[in-house]
């Protein structure tokens, strides 16, 4: 069998990507909890770096590579992900994506969800939501274990997103995680005819469907050089795992606690 494209990682090293993706799921669930309106994205940057390293864990963001002025991703409504935490404060209905990756004994994890701040999410915010955290569950159960192709993944949660009436953001992708937050391959969210990647056992990738309730095409702000958002100010919803392939299916590292 060829080697997992996003390296062979010993036993131990496996284990701490187990133990990092809890530790991140964990840090999610105390978002959920901590986030209310009235609180700025700084707020919930420093809350999230005190629970980093409460937990034992280090924030990647924050290492050279890449630097980014935060140790979370906060992109609220129009904004579709690498937000850059500012001093904008929460108001009730917005729309709030958090995207992480932790480092924990030298290996990295990635996940993200979005939500609505203040209030149940209704209407379209719950359809966009709910439709693209489904597209997520659709991907990582399109896995069946070594073999498994991307667009195998990128078909399935393609699937769920046109059947939702949701734009499909295709000019950002999943990617391979663990020894480096960003390693191939890249993993579409969508197919891509004449280019397709086969993931072996051992590979650990993050998938990562983001949806819109308008249009496609993207645009960074060029103030801070990070943020990437709709063109058409639509509203938009980003969610992640992390993902390691079994010989025969898939387990998710980054599941809720």
């Avoid at 980093?52 to 140790?71: M, S």
Wanted: net charge negative; proline share 5%; hydrophobic share 35%.
């Amino acid at each position: 069998m060829s080697e997992p494209i996003t390296g062979r990682k010993t036993p131990e090293q496996l284990q701490a990507m187990r133990e990092g993706g809890a530790i991140l799921a964990r840090i999610f669930a105390d978002i959920r909890r901590y986030v209310q309106p009235g609180m700025s994205e700084l707020d919930v940057n420093e809350f999230v770096a005190g629970k980093i390293k409460a937990y034992g864990a280090t924030p990647t963001y924050r290492e050279p590579d890449p630097d980014f002025p935060g140790v979370i991703c906060i992109s609220t409504n129009e904004e579709i992900v690498h937000g850059v935490p500012t001093d904008y404060e929460f108001e009730v209905g917005d729309v709030a994506s958090f995207d992480l990756v932790i480092t924990y004994r030298g290996l990295k994890t990635d996940s993200a969800f979005t939500m609505v701040i203040g209030e149940e999410a209704k209407g379209a915010k719950k359809h966009l939501i709910n439709l693209t955290e489904r597209s997520l569950q659709a991907g990582i159960d399109a896995i069946h274990g070594d073999g498994t192709t991307t667009n195998e993944i990128g078909a399935a949660i393609e699937a769920v997103l046109h059947k939702g009436k949701l734009g499909i953001i295709r000019e950002l992708v999943g990617h391979g995680v663990g020894l480096k937050m960003h390693m191939p391959p890249d993993v579409p969210n969508y197919t891509i005819r004449g280019r397709d990647t086969v993931l072996r056992e051992g590979d650990t990738i993050a998938i990562e469907p983001m949806a819109t309730l308008g249009g496609e095409r993207i645009v960074t702000n060029k103030e801070d050089g990070w943020t990437i958002a709709t063109r058409d100010g639509s509203l938009a919803a980003h969610f992640e795992h992390t993902v390691l392939i079994t010989r025969n299916g898939a387990e998710v590292l980054t599941q809720k606690v």
